[in-house]
């Protein structure tokens, strides 16, 4: 159980990311966290392996507070894999950087298993023996990826995991998301990817100007222009398709984020009825 009460933090800056949050997610749960750029995102999850410790009020993971917990003793729990992949790679070889997660975590007895499965699960194989900075952007994120998942944390949070990831991975990472979540761990995504969360179909919180904005399931936040807006966050190409039905030939739900909802709706309200 991840708790967050009243929570502000300001950077040594000056700058305030976050102001007064409160939100509980429980064991389990599947939760993107969404928001324009500089919402706070980032600072907020960073609070939850003890990255960032909070200005004001307290985070509690498993009902302990992190002020009292170091980073290491909190990786064991919460698995983070940074926004930028850059920040947490530094080994000489992508099959050592999932081997240091491992060793550092006392993981000695299956390790060569657990590093071929992380291996194999972030298509790397064919890059173990090479340096992850000879990578592309997009293959570094997933050694970074897989140097966090394969030690198998109960919680894991990911910042912006689609970002430069091709379709194929994107399938990948949602197909990973899902078994995770199947597993019953706890799976926290900032994103903006619309398209890649109505696929995941999460609770979402959104986030704007250090502040929550809204905490809901996919129908509510995505399908709602209002929320939209003020998240800057594009509709999904099929509910903007449905708004744009709507305004120029007949009224439908307004609630519409996928493509079986979309042809129901057209079946009952348009092919079905007068039009
Ligand atoms: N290290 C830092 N020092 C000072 N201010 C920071 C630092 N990191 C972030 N900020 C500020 O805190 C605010 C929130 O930043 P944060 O990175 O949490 O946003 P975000 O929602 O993750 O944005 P993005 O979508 O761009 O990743 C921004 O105004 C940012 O400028
Ligand atoms: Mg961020």
Redesign the pocket.
């Known amino acids: 159980m991840l708790e967050v009460i009243n929570v502000s933090y300001t950077?040594?800056?000056g700058?305030t990311?976050l102001k007064n949050v409160s939100l509980k997610i429980s064991d389990g749960e599947l939760v993107a966290i969404m928001?324009?750029?500089?919402?706070?995102?980032?600072?907020?999850v960073k609070h939850f392996n003890g990255l960032l410790k909070p200005s004001k009020g307290k985070v509690l993971v498993d009902g302990v507070n992190t002020t009292n917990m170091t980073v290491a003793e909190l990786s064991r729990k919460v698995g983070f894999v940074f926004?930028n992949a850059d920040h947490q790679l530094f080994a000489e070889t992508v099959e050592k950087e999932i081997e240091f997660t491992l060793k550092n975590l006392g993981l000695h007895e299956n390790l060569e298993e657990l590093k071929v499965k992380a291996l194999e699960d972030f298509d790397l194989i064919k890059y173990r023996d090479k340096s992850p900075f000879s990578l592309s952007g997009g293959e570094r994120k997933r050694v970074a990826l897989a140097s966090v998942l394969c030690a198998n944390p109960k919680t894991i949070i990911l910042d912006?995991p689609t970002a430069g990831q091709d379709l194929v991975q994107k399938n990948n990472l949602l197909e990973l998301i899902r078994r995770f979540h199947s597993e019953g761990k706890t799976v926290v995504i900032?994103s903006?990817d619309v398209e890649f969360i109505v696929d995941i179909n999460p609770r979402i919180i959104t986030?704007v100007n250090?502040e929550i904005l809204c905490d809901g399931d996919v129908q509510d936040v995505l399908a709602n222009k209002m929320i939209l807006e003020y998240s800057s966050l594009t509709p999904a190409q099929i509910t903007e398709f449905a708004w744009r039905i709507c305004e120029e030939l007949k009224p439908l739900p307004n609630n519409i984020i996928t493509v079986d909802q979309l042809i129901e709706a057209l079946k009952t309200h348009i092919i079905g009825g007068s039009l």
């Open positions: 950077y040594p800056s700058d990311a928001g324009p750029n500089g919402a706070g995102k980032s600072t907020l926004q912006e900032v903006h986030l250090g």
